[in-house]
């Protein structure tokens, strides 16, 4: 039988979106000089998917919210905030987040997009959890949204195989229901934040003909370093999180991992000493959507039926920046 739960913040409700165009690796054969083997072996990934010309992070978070609103039992009118989680805005301003606003149809209620990489998701959802608690905003909604195809170089093979486009979207609101969170941890370095930068675009480096002739407009990673960081941030997150909530690794029932590359789940699977079984992947099919892979992937093991009621579920990110969160949930 389930014990009662006092009311909490909670997630009430999830949706994701896709979109439907499908790269395979044997499409980026054809590409780079590549091979299916080789992105296999060392990432997991087999193929992602890729928003059309005019698809936006806005098109594909709106689409995300809207399943969420519905699952939630919930309309746009509800809503009392929005926060996006975007490296890929729309627009450098307005906000992903007002666009989102308007797509939907919401009430003239506070939007805005937040930058923490592939974090912010987890940022996002800290934060909402927080408003909701005060009670300032008892109804929030929380975007991840990505066209990360918008910022790939194509010609350059160290990245262009490893990102995808999507979007979830996620409702905060007070339940006695699963979906609680029990305990986070969020951090950063700035110190490392040459390691995955996109160097031009911003007020630092405008865009000139200069700067995207040498494709500073694209995402650029050291990408063993990043491994490297990946594991280690991932695991003192995952381990801050758990201790702040006076639980041992062995108590987690379900992981939501980053998706970034197959063997840093591996290796955070053998450091936490949890089975790998325990991880949720959707790599294979999705690759790396940076801050939307973590509530697509809560939307896939939900509707999947793969969390259990009362099971203690941890999201682990890790991204550009640099940044890091985790998120201990109870279903
Ligand atoms: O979301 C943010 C977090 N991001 C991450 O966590 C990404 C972390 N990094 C990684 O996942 C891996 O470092 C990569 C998948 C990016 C690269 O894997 P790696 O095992 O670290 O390979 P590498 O960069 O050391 O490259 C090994 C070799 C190189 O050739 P040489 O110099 O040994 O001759 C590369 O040029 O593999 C080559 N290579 C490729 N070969 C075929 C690099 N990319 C490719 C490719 N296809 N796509």
Redesign the pocket.
């Known amino acids: 039988m389930q014990r009662l739960r006092q009311s909490r913040p909670a997630i009430v409700g999830t949706g994701a979106y896709l979109p439907a165009k499908v790269l395979r690796n044997s499409d980026?054969e054809r590409m780079?000089?590549?091979?299916d083997s080789?992105?296999v072996e060392?990432?997991g990934i087999r193929e992602r998917r890729i928003a059309a010309e005019k698809e936006c992070p806005s098109d594909m978070g709106a689409a995300a919210a809207l399943m969420a609103l519905e699952r939630a039992g919930l309309a746009p009118n509800d809503l009392d905030l929005i926060i996006v989680a975007t490296t890929t805005p729309d627009t450098l301003f307005p906000s992903t987040a007002c666009h989102i606003q308007q797509k939907i149809g919401a009430r003239k209620i506070p939007a805005f997009d937040l930058q923490a990489?592939?974090s912010g998701f987890l940022y996002g959802l800290v934060m909402a959890y927080h408003m909701v608690a005060l009670g300032t905003y008892p109804t929030v909604l929380v975007v991840g949204a990505e066209k990360l195809s918008s910022i790939v170089n194509w010609s350059d093979?160290?990245?262009?195989?490893?990102f995808g486009d999507g979007a979830g979207a996620v409702i905060v609101q007070q339940s006695t229901q699963g979906g609680q969170m029990i305990a986070h941890d969020l951090g950063s370095d700035g110190s490392q934040g040459q390691v995955?930068t996109v160097p031009a675009g911003g007020s630092r480096l405008p865009l000139t003909p200069e700067n995207i002739g040498e494709g500073l407009q694209f995402i650029q990673?050291a990408?063993?370093k990043?491994?490297r960081l990946?594991i280690d941030a991932m695991e003192t997150t995952a381990r801050n999180c758990l201790k702040k909530a006076a639980l041992q690794p062995e108590e987690v029932g379900y992981v939501i991992p980053?998706q970034?590359?197959m063997?840093?789940i591996e290796l955070l699977s053998e450091r936490l000493h949890l089975p790998l079984k325990r991880f949720f992947t959707h790599l294979e099919r999705y690759g790396?959507t940076?801050a939307a892979c973590i509530p697509i992937a809560l939307h896939e093991a939900l509707t999947a039926g793969d969390i259990r009621p009362m099971e203690k579920v941890l999201l682990i990110a890790?991204?550009?920046g640099l940044t890091w969160a985790s998120a201990l949930l109870e279903w």
């Open positions: 980026l780079v000089e590549t091979s080789w992105i060392r990432t990489a592939c093979r160290n990245t262009c195989v490893l995955l990673m990408g063993k990043v491994f990946a980053h970034a590359n063997r840093i790396n940076s890790f991204g550009g």
